[in-house]
């Protein structure tokens, strides 16, 4: 009972260093989604998928790719790390979009310097 | 902008009392979703409860349950019987006006339950 496997759980990276933040699910769900969660502003959503070879932004989409090649795989990649990209990332999927429940990774703590 | 507001940023309640958690939410439809999360100091993040608008009953699980005031467009949490283990950040939540796909979060209150 894997549910939402995200990787690395900690991370530092120096400004202008790219990595890619891993997510796997292996619930089938179509619909997977990367949130960033800062002090005092609760989740914000940087990009979404509701299905393989589909996805989309969400609130705040600057400085993020991402791609959904398979239904379980849903990587997150920061191009160019800046210190306002340090946050906690969170990875969820649900069977079908966000009226759905939502099951998320345990986070990723990424700090840049 | 779609907005979710938990106007409480945090609370604190004694074991075994029961606490309200407030959320207010704006929107024009007249059918969705909203949704309470929370996330224990482990960071794991995890469904609470969840609620149709359409519906006029209001959603329960064990001790959790919501107060859903659709004209006024709150709906608050009350957990009965406050555990150390309900210590942990509260999220409102739901999909914005128009689009199932972008899940909408509230800033949180933080819950601290004391022995």
């Known amino acids: 009972n894997a549910g939402v496997t995200q990787t690395p759980k900690f991370q530092v990276l120096k400004t202008g260093q790219s990595m890619t933040l891993q997510c796997a699910q292996d619930?089938?769900?179509?619909?997977m989604s990367w949130y960033r969660q800062d002090p005092g502003m609760g989740l914000r959503l940087i990009h979404y998928?509701?299905?393989?070879?589909?996805?989309d932004q969400g609130e705040v989409p600057n400085g993020y790719n991402v791609s959904r090649s398979t239904t379980e795989d849903f990587p997150l990649r920061l191009l160019s790390a800046a210190p306002s990209q340090t946050s906690v990332y969170f990875c969820?999927?649900?069977?079908?979009?966000?009226?759905?429940?939502?099951?998320f990774g345990s986070g990723t703590q990424l700090s840049v310097l | 902008a779609q907005t979710v507001t938990q106007s409480q940023p945090e609370m604190s309640v004694q074991e075994a009392e029961t606490v309200t958690l407030s959320c207010t939410y704006d929107?024009?439809?007249?059918?969705?979703?909203l949704f309470w999360y929370k996330q224990p100091p482990s960071r794991q993040m995890i469904l609470v409860i969840r609620?149709?608008?359409?519906?006029?009953q209001n959603a329960t699980e064990n001790r959790f349950s919501v107060n859903f005031q659709k004209a006024a467009k709150s709906f608050s949490l009350k957990i009965s019987d406050s555990q150390l283990g309900d210590t942990a950040m509260y999220f409102c939540?739901?999909?914005?006006?128009?689009?199932?796909?972008?899940?909408?979060f509230g800033k949180g209150t933080k819950l601290t339950v004391n022995p």
């Open positions: 969820a999927s649900s069977r079908q979009g966000s009226n759905e429940k939502l099951f």
């Open positions: 619930m089938n769900h179509e619909y």
């Open positions: 998928s509701v299905g393989a070879g589909i996805t």
């Open positions: 929107t024009s439809e007249n059918n969705y979703y």
């Open positions: 609620q149709e608008a359409y519906k006029q």
């Open positions: 939540a739901r999909p914005p006006q128009g689009g199932s796909e972008k899940l909408v």
